[in-house]
């Protein structure tokens, strides 16, 4: 068995629902799959002292688990003052409606189509519901509407698909652009250096307990991909398909619909960088868009 602190970011164990930190409560969707691992984090996160909670990504349409959550909240005496979303991907976000419609509470998310009630989210805004310090933080690059958020009183931030608790996420290309995603990642690698981060609660998988080792070992895979899917272009593989099979050939092969997502990022950012020409095809959906 490997030892939880040797692995990237150093995973909290196998037990993902419950309290997280002192301000935090996850519950887990009943969603796993290749995709979204043991399933879906909604975050409960309030003060101690508070009445008011904040939930973050109340998972899929599924009235058995944003019930859940709801219970959750209230056998700590508090009851559900605001839902927000870390993107809209519907694992995370195709509840929130009928979770809104459940607690009575707005929904605040990035994307103006998911937003219930007339605030959004945008970088800098400071969440204070129930005398909460949820500071947004734009993550964009596996969706162009990615937030994260800091919680600063726990020295956390909770990322969504940004960094997961296990594995590396991907890059949903043509929304999610690579270039964004490795700004997003030094942007939250600042958090852990300036701001003394050291918590990752991400949107699937364990706690990480090193958010800047985690942080690291993404931008370090993101470079070592990059590398492999320079050398196959240049090997003379030609379309998205022919470098997934290349250079995943050693992932699970249901994985690679969403690796080929990544790959078409990773071509459009190597083109537009001047790193590779441009494929046969043109600007047809097997090249490279710059």
Same mark, same amino acid.
């Given at each position: 068995?490997? /030892?939880?602190?040797?692995?990237?970011?150093?995973?909290?164990?196998?037990? #993902?629902?419950?309290?997280?930190?002192?301000?935090?409560?996850?519950?887990?969707?009943?969603?796993?799959?290749?995709?979204?691992?043991?399933?879906?984090?909604?975050?409960? !996160?309030?003060?101690?002292?508070?009445?008011?909670?904040?939930?973050?990504?109340?998972?899929?349409?599924?009235? !058995?688990?944003?019930?859940? +959550?709801? /219970?959750?909240?209230?056998?700590?005496?508090?009851? +559900?003052? #605001?839902?927000? &979303?870390?993107?809209?991907?519907?694992? =995370?976000?195709?509840?929130?409606?009928?979770?809104?419609?459940?607690?009575?509470?707005?929904?605040?998310?990035?994307?103006?189509?998911?937003?219930?009630?007339?605030?959004?989210?945008?970088?800098?805004?400071?969440?204070?519901?129930?005398? &909460?310090? &949820?500071?947004?933080?734009?993550?964009?690059?596996?969706?162009?509407?990615? #937030?994260?958020?800091?919680?600063?009183?726990?020295?956390? !931030?909770?990322?969504?698909?940004?960094?997961?608790?296990?594995?590396?996420?991907?890059?949903?290309?043509?929304?999610?652009?690579?270039?964004?995603?490795?700004?997003?990642?030094?942007?939250?690698?600042?958090?852990? !250096?300036?701001?003394?981060? =050291?918590?990752?609660?991400?949107?699937?998988?364990? +706690?990480?307990?090193?958010?800047?080792?985690?942080?690291?070992?993404?931008?370090?895979?993101?470079?070592?991909?990059?590398?492999?899917?320079?050398?196959?272009?240049?090997?003379?593989?030609?379309?998205?398909?022919?470098?997934?099979?290349?250079?995943?050939?050693?992932?699970?092969?249901?994985?690679?619909?969403?690796?080929?997502?990544?790959?078409?990022? *990773?071509?459009?950012?190597?083109?537009?960088?001047?790193?590779? *020409?441009?494929?046969?095809?043109?600007?047809?959906? /097997?090249?490279?868009?710059?």
């Amino acid at each position: 068995m490997t /030892d939880a602190a040797a692995l990237p970011g150093q995973p909290r164990g196998t037990v #993902l629902s419950g309290p997280a930190t002192a301000r935090t409560v996850n519950v887990l969707a009943p969603n796993p799959s290749a995709m979204t691992l043991d399933g879906t984090n909604t975050w409960i !996160v309030a003060e101690p002292d508070s009445a008011l909670a904040v939930v973050i990504d109340p998972g899929p349409l599924d009235d !058995v688990h944003l019930r859940a +959550v709801i /219970d959750a909240v209230e056998r700590t005496g508090r009851r +559900v003052g #605001l839902t927000l &979303l870390t993107h809209g991907h519907p694992d =995370h976000a195709e509840g929130a409606g009928r979770f809104a419609e459940l607690t009575g509470t707005k929904v605040r998310a990035l994307d103006a189509a998911l937003r219930l009630g007339d605030e959004g989210l945008a970088g800098g805004d400071v969440i204070t519901t129930g005398g &909460l310090e &949820l500071r947004v933080v734009p993550t964009p690059g596996h969706t162009a509407d990615s #937030l994260s958020f800091h919680l600063p009183a726990d020295r956390a !931030v909770l990322t969504g698909d940004t960094i997961l608790g296990r594995g590396t996420t991907m890059v949903a290309h043509p929304d999610g652009r690579l270039g964004d995603y490795l700004d997003s990642l030094r942007r939250l690698r600042s958090l852990t !250096v300036d701001d003394g981060v =050291h918590t990752v609660l991400p949107g699937h998988g364990p +706690v990480l307990e090193d958010a800047q080792g985690a942080v690291e070992f993404y931008l370090a895979h993101r470079a070592h991909r990059l590398a492999q899917v320079e050398t196959a272009v240049e090997a003379g593989h030609r379309t998205p398909s022919e470098v997934v099979a290349a250079v995943y050939a050693d992932v699970d092969r249901s994985l690679w619909p969403a690796a080929e997502l990544s790959v078409r990022a *990773q071509l459009e950012y190597l083109a537009g960088h001047g790193l590779i *020409q441009g494929l046969p095809g043109g600007s047809g959906p /097997d090249a490279p868009r710059a």
